[in-house]
């Protein structure tokens, strides 16, 4: 549109132009206006910038006066005759072809628009910034005015009459108050859709930020109900923990007091004992002198210069009061035979078995201990000391076919108590032993405390290679904790009967033997291969309903508590058995669960013999023979 106006003014300054050019008769007028037309065409783009101002501009014209151009004469030689002064013309400009008819006037009202007011939003007093609108650019290049083609075939350029800008008149233009109130009213417009956006804003913030509170209350909320769920359980997981404590302290309470009860029930009982001996006991026996006087001033013999024998000996004198003279007379009448010189050895440096060795077979085992001879002899020895037997059972609670079986396993009932002095074999042992030289040191030191107690003569005693002693085959140190003067003639000597069967009794039961509760019970399969995982001996315990669960249970009722599961290698396949706690109890005599199995074996056969009429206890079933048989006969009795 502007572009339009342009043009249009343009249009109108060529044609009053050439109207007032026709209407002078002059040609000094007109060639001064084809000058100043020219002069006007190259002040065009001043005018233009001029029109694009935003004020208004005059459209109010001038007409131009008719200037007459003097120019001074050239300079003349001075000559007193008076010389006729020439008038300078200017040259004309060549001849139109056609004689120019200028066209007749238009005359157009032109009323210039006021330029809008740029679009301005009020802003705080802090913050003010005035927000125009970017005005279009023009994309038409404006047109030069149609005078110009008169110029190019040589028509007068009329030019328009030039007005000084301190005397150019102009209209005021005072826009129209409609349009100042629809700004206006944009303008409001803008403020109430900034005020609603800006309060839609503040509306979402505060909605969210009351959602997150209440989300944070919430999760304080829950946090709080975890905590207090927690110490809750922390608290009633130490009230369990103390309700716990409290009730295995009262239980060991309630032990302790059931042992002193034993205790002193023992001591009555013994005390009885010494009462209807008919030997009254000898005090003195201790720090009597010994039987026999070995008395030496230095050590000779296989032990001689041997540093651990000559310590031994002053050892004994300065801890126990023994002379040294005896000492070294005893220990140089000691020998170290080539058999205790190869079992030293072979107690020295073990041979570490293998998971390929598989030891010895329980079949062998057995046939060596279960035989005719084992079984009548503990059989004749129970009918010789049935008294004894039967007062110990009574004592002590270890029945008297247990005591016969470990006596019968051990010695025969004192058939074989050792083919070797025990003093050879401890001294051999304590003294060429790397290994276990200290413990068997230990032992020799009891045996000779022994020796002066009972009176014995140190030489004369049979022992195991080991040096075992006695029938129940007791360690020297063992006889001064677990024995028994069962006969009451004032010392313990395991080589009777009496004291033997007392000691036996004593050791079983001071390491925890159960009344009433059968050593071992044959166990029974009941589908499931499990058991077969498990580890087996008297070293692993097992709960009854573990190894139920595993398809293995004892084929009747006579245990109780943790069991251990005993797996036995026979020639037929292998055995099952259920060992209770008096099956570890034995085992503490003898760490092999083959041993412990042999004395519950031959303790049952000599049962049979000896206890046939009493119905207490199960009858013994022989794991060894035909496995239907054993199904059947379990089945029947459960």
């Known amino acids: 549109?502007?572009?339009?106006?342009?043009?249009?003014?343009?249009?109108c300054l060529a044609s009053v132009a050439v109207l007032l050019g026709a209407c002078s008769s002059t040609p000094d007028v007109k060639k001064q206006a084809s000058i100043d037309l020219e002069t006007s065409m190259t002040k065009q783009p001043i005018e233009l910038a001029a029109m694009n101002s935003p004020k208004p501009i005059s459209m109010d014209l001038v007409v131009p006066k008719t200037v007459t151009v003097s120019r001074k004469p050239p300079p003349v030689a001075a000559k007193k005759t008076p010389v006729k002064r020439k008038v300078a013309t200017r040259q004309a400009l060549p001849a139109p072809r056609k004689a120019y008819v200028p066209p007749k006037p238009i005359v157009v009202a032109v009323h210039t628009r006021a330029k809008p007011v740029a679009n301005t939003i009020r802003r705080p007093a802090s913050v003010r910034k005035v927000v125009s609108v970017p005005k279009k650019p023009s994309l038409r290049r404006p047109s030069l005015p149609r005078a110009s083609a008169a110029m190019a075939v040589g028509a007068p350029v009329i030019r328009p009459a030039t007005v000084p800008r301190s005397n150019i008149r102009r209209s005021v233009y005072t826009a129209p108050k409609p349009a100042v109130r629809r700004v206006a009213n944009n303008q409001q417009q803008i403020r109430q859709q900034q005020a609603r956006v800006k309060w839609e804003k503040d509306q979402q913030a505060l909605a969210y930020r009351v959602k997150w509170e209440r989300d944070q209350q919430v999760k304080a909320q829950q946090q709080q109900e975890r905590?207090?769920?927690?110490?809750?359980?922390?608290?009633?997981?130490?009230?369990?923990?103390?309700?716990?404590?409290?009730?295995?302290q009262q239980a060991r309470i309630q032990q302790a007091r059931q042992q002193q009860a034993r205790q002193q029930q023992a001591r009555q009982q013994q005390a009885r004992v010494q009462q209807a001996s008919y030997q009254p006991r000898v005090n003195n026996a201790v720090v009597q002198r010994p039987v026999n006087n070995y008395s030496q001033s230095r050590l000779t013999g296989d032990f001689a210069g041997n540093p651990r024998a000559e310590a031994f000996v002053r050892m004994m004198a300065s801890r126990h009061g023994f002379a040294q003279s005896y000492v070294a007379g005893v220990l140089s009448r000691a020998e170290a035979t080539p058999w205790l010189r190869k079992q030293a050895y072979k107690d020295a440096n073990p041979v570490k078995r293998t998971k390929k060795s598989r030891g010895?077979?329980?079949?062998?085992?057995?046939?060596?201990?279960?035989?005719?001879?084992?079984?009548?002899?503990?059989?004749?020895?129970?009918?010789?000391?049935?008294?004894?037997?039967?007062?110990?059972?009574?004592?002590?609670?270890?029945?008297?076919?247990?005591?016969?079986?470990?006596?019968?396993?051990?010695?025969?009932?004192?058939?074989?108590?050792?083919?070797?002095?025990?003093?050879?074999?401890?001294?051999?042992?304590?003294?060429?032993?790397?290994?276990?030289?200290?413990?068997?040191?230990?032992?020799?030191?009891?045996?000779?405390?022994?020796?002066?107690?009972?009176?014995?003569?140190?030489?004369?005693?049979?022992?195991?290679?080991?040096?075992?002693?006695?029938?129940?085959?007791?360690?020297?140190?063992?006889?001064?904790?677990?024995?028994?003067?069962?006969?009451?003639?004032?010392?313990?000597?395991l080589w009777t009967p009496?004291?033997?069967?007392?000691?036996?009794?004593?050791?079983?039961?001071?390491?925890?033997?159960?009344?009433?509760?059968?050593?071992?019970?044959?166990?029974?399969?009941?589908?499931?291969?499990?058991?077969?995982?498990?580890?087996?001996?008297?070293?692993?315990?097992?709960?009854?309903?573990?190894?139920?669960?595993?398809?293995?249970?004892?084929?009747?009722?006579?245990?109780?508590?943790?069991?251990?599961?005993?797996?036995?290698?026979?020639?037929?396949?292998?055995?099952?058995?259920?060992?209770?706690?008096?099956?570890?109890?034995?085992?503490?005599?003898?760490?092999?669960?083959?041993?412990?199995?042999?004395?519950?074996q031959l303790a049952q056969e000599i049962r049979k013999r000896v206890k046939p009429m009493r119905s207490n206890m199960p009858r013994v079933i022989e794991a060894s023979a035909d496995q239907d048989l054993l199904r059947q006969v379990a089945n029947t009795l459960l």
């Open 1 to 11: 549109m502007n572009n339009k106006r342009k043009h249009l003014k343009m249009a």
């Open 498 to 600: 009496q004291d033997a069967i007392g000691s036996v009794a004593n050791y079983l039961r001071s390491h925890g033997w159960k009344p009433g509760e059968i050593a071992a019970i044959p166990a029974v399969k009941t589908g499931s291969k499990g058991y077969s995982r498990l580890k087996n001996g008297f070293k692993y315990k097992h709960s009854l309903s573990k190894l139920a669960r595993n398809g293995l249970r004892p084929a009747y009722a006579g245990v109780s508590g943790n069991v251990n599961m005993v797996k036995l290698r026979t020639n037929r396949g292998n055995e099952y058995w259920v060992g209770g706690n008096n099956f570890y109890v034995i085992t503490r005599y003898n760490h092999s669960s083959h041993y412990a199995m042999a004395v519950h």
């Open 360 to 493: 010895p077979s329980w079949s062998n085992y057995r046939r060596r201990f279960i035989t005719s001879k084992h079984i009548n002899t503990g059989t004749a020895f129970y009918n010789r000391h049935r008294r004894s037997l039967q007062r110990a059972e009574a004592q002590y609670g270890v029945p008297s076919e247990y005591i016969l079986g470990i006596m019968g396993v051990e010695t025969i009932y004192g058939g074989n108590v050792g083919s070797d002095r025990a003093i050879d074999a401890l001294a051999t042992l304590g003294f060429m032993n790397a290994r276990r030289g200290n413990y068997f040191t230990s032992e020799l030191e009891s045996y000779f405390l022994m020796t002066r107690r009972a009176r014995l003569d140190p030489l004369q005693p049979k022992a195991s290679w080991a040096g075992a002693l006695g029938l129940p085959q007791f360690m020297p140190s063992n006889i001064k904790k677990y024995g028994v003067d069962y006969d009451g003639d004032g010392a313990v000597n």
């Open 227 to 248: 905590s207090q769920q927690q110490q809750a359980q922390a608290y009633r997981a130490k009230w369990e923990r103390d309700q716990q404590v409290k009730a295995q």
